[in-house]
């Protein structure tokens, strides 16, 4: 018998039971057939097994479990919510996939929907060597900072 984690979607909340072999892996949520990556839904460890860069504390950053990166090591899932997973080495973001080793800078953009009229969309902005793209747009700026802020200590943690 294969081991199985327990995981659950960041969209709808439905519990997931997944067999080892899928970890980090994109799958489908058999409740809202949303693109997840399957990252094991533990409680984060109390004190990491890595020093934090200056500027960070364990309480303002969500750190999550190990999972197994495609690459057979292990990689920390640093975000999960929204549809939105930032891991050591990638961001995947519905189905698409970003290497953070990939990403040279992370910004936040803010564009005003008619003359300020309505809400404003707030964007994550990645810039890579071929150029910039919106990875993640979203009327939630809570929700946006949080994805900028998981990349940026992505991409310190990467050295």
């Known amino acids: 018998m294969s081991d199985i984690f327990k995981l659950e979607c960041p969209k709808c909340g439905q519990r997931i039971e997944c067999p080892a072999q899928f970890?980090?892996?994109i799958i489908a949520c058999p409740g809202c057939q949303d693109q997840?990556?399957?990252c094991p839904s533990s409680p984060a460890p109390t004190q990491p097994d890595f020093t934090l860069p200056p500027g960070f504390s364990a309480k303002e950053t969500t750190v999550g479990p190990y999972t197994e990166s495609a690459s057979g090591g292990l990689d920390f899932c640093l975000f999960q919510e929204a549809g939105v997973t930032v891991t050591k080495s990638v961001i995947v973001v519905g189905g698409e996939t970003f290497p953070v080793g990939a990403i040279t800078s992370v910004k936040g953009l803010e564009t005003g929907r008619f003359g300020g009229?309505?809400?404003?969309?707030?964007?994550?902005v990645l810039t890579t060597s071929a150029g910039e793209v919106s990875a993640v747009t979203s009327r939630d700026k809570l929700l946006i900072s949080k994805v900028i802020?998981?990349?940026r200590l992505a991409l310190v943690l990467r050295g």
């Open 36 to 38: 997840i990556i399957a």
């Open 23 to 25: 970890l980090n892996q």
């Open 149 to 151: 802020e998981a990349i």
């Open 117 to 124: 009229l309505l809400k404003s969309d707030f964007s994550v």
